[in-house]
């Protein structure tokens, strides 16, 4: 019986090793509405638009504000390049409630307007809303749950 005990508690130690050590790592969708359509307002999902943030430092332009090269969210900015909106998703960089720092442009495109500049921090949050994370939270947790019982 306490063998049983032993393993459940592993087991549910390394399911929360495993999602904590996941936190570090964000996934984000990485595209524009320029080139590429299925990138618009209303994201054609693929996993070819998926990028690993980790992956990728912050953009020259912000480097200078983030001592930390490591992505703490995803974004979904909306760009007026003259005349025609455009929808930018990539990965965030810099502190999640400081928007306004972290969802600036280059500053070298002078022309280019940001109209709206959306932040989160769950993996592909930058995409179409979907109930398909809350499932797969939902369902792990009642797995884990009908373990440890």
């Given at each position: 019986m306490k063998m049983v005990s032993s393993v459940k508690l592993i087991l549910a130690f390394t399911?929360?090793?495993t999602l904590a050590c996941r936190g570090y790592a964000i996934k984000c969708y990485q595209c524009d509405s320029l080139t590429n359509?299925?990138?618009g307002k209303d994201l054609k999902s693929n996993d070819d638009l998926i990028l690993d943030c980790t992956r990728i430092a912050p953009p020259r332009f912000l480097q200078n504000f983030f001592p930390v090269h490591n992505a703490t969210g995803?974004?979904?900015q909306t760009i007026d390049v003259p005349g025609n909106p455009q929808i930018v998703?990539?990965?965030?960089?810099?502190?999640?409630?400081?928007?306004k720092t972290g969802c600036q442009t280059d500053?070298?495109?002078t022309t280019n307007k940001l109209l709206s500049c959306e932040v989160c921090t769950k993996d592909e949050c930058n995409g179409s809303s979907?109930?398909?994370p809350i499932a797969g939270v939902i369902l792990l947790f009642f797995g884990v749950a009908c373990l440890l019982a």
């Open positions: 399911v929360l090793a359509s299925k990138c995803c974004m979904k998703r990539s990965c965030y960089f810099g502190d999640i409630n400081d928007k500053t070298s495109l979907s109930l398909a």
